[in-house]
């Protein structure tokens, strides 16, 4: 009769079968050196904390073929740690973004219009300004609060809390988006009667409009303020 020393004080590492089957083989040699390879895959698996869960082994080539695994998934442990590595990286780099977006939204409320009078409390019900300045090809207005919402979403930004400024009392407030050169949202606030000034623009995500792109609206707004002061 063989003997397997497992590596363990009790039988929690063999199951009846392999038991019977140890029992029944008459060379003890082969075995020892399993006991002594499975000793160190276990070992192995401890150093490099493997996630995996062991069950009692049923055989002496379960025993083999979990050595083979443990030796693999040593071989692969350096680009796991790697993998491991990039992931908390990529997941702090998400955490930070998240964090600027979130800061760049507080600065953009903060720099907001305030402008007096009590907007309806639901947008979808309510019916929405015609814009004070006439769009051209590359310059959308905002019409809806739908709109306004896919404009939120496309660009990344915050636009969507402006609907109270924007249904609020005298309509002193209106959103645009530009296509071309850059796309960008931007907002426009009442001045006088007929002029109107730019209050904000930005690009995705709240980032820094280009300066062509702020030409273009400075352009197309002055140009409507001069058309506005000529007499019919």
């Not at 401890?46 to 055989?59: A, D, T």
């Not at 979808?124 to 896919?150: F, H």
Request: glycine content about 2%.
């Amino acid at each position: 009769m063989s003997v397997i020393l497992l590596p363990v004080n009790d039988l929690s590492w063999s199951d009846p079968y392999l038991i019977r089957e140890v029992a029944e083989t008459d060379i003890d040699a082969p075995y020892s050196v399993i006991a002594d390879q499975l000793q160190h895959a276990l070992e192995i698996l401890e150093q490099i904390k493997s996630p995996r869960e062991l069950r009692p082994f049923q055989s002496i080539r379960q025993i083999q073929n979990f050595v083979e695994s443990v030796d693999a998934e040593y071989i692969a442990y350096p680009q796991r740690l790697e993998q491991e590595r990039v992931a908390r990286i990529q997941a702090a780099e998400r955490a930070e973004q998240q964090r600027r977006a979130a800061r760049a939204d507080a600065r953009t409320r903060a720099r907001a219009p305030r402008v007096p009078g009590a907007a309806p409390s639901n947008p979808n019900t309510c019916p929405w300004p015609p814009p004070p300045v006439p769009g051209t090809d590359t310059i959308v207005p905002i019409t809806s609060y739908r709109m306004l919402c896919e404009e939120s979403v496309e660009q990344n930004n915050c636009i969507q809390t402006y609907w109270r400024m924007i249904l609020g009392k005298g309509h002193r407030v209106y959103v645009y988006r530009l296509m071309q050169p850059q796309r960008v949202t931007f907002v426009i606030v009442k001045r006088s009667a007929n002029t109107w000034r730019l209050s904000e623009i930005r690009a995705r995500s709240n980032r820094k409009a280009s300066k062509e792109a702020r030409r273009v609206v400075e352009k197309w707004l002055y140009s409507y303020s001069l058309a506005a002061t000529l007499p019919c």
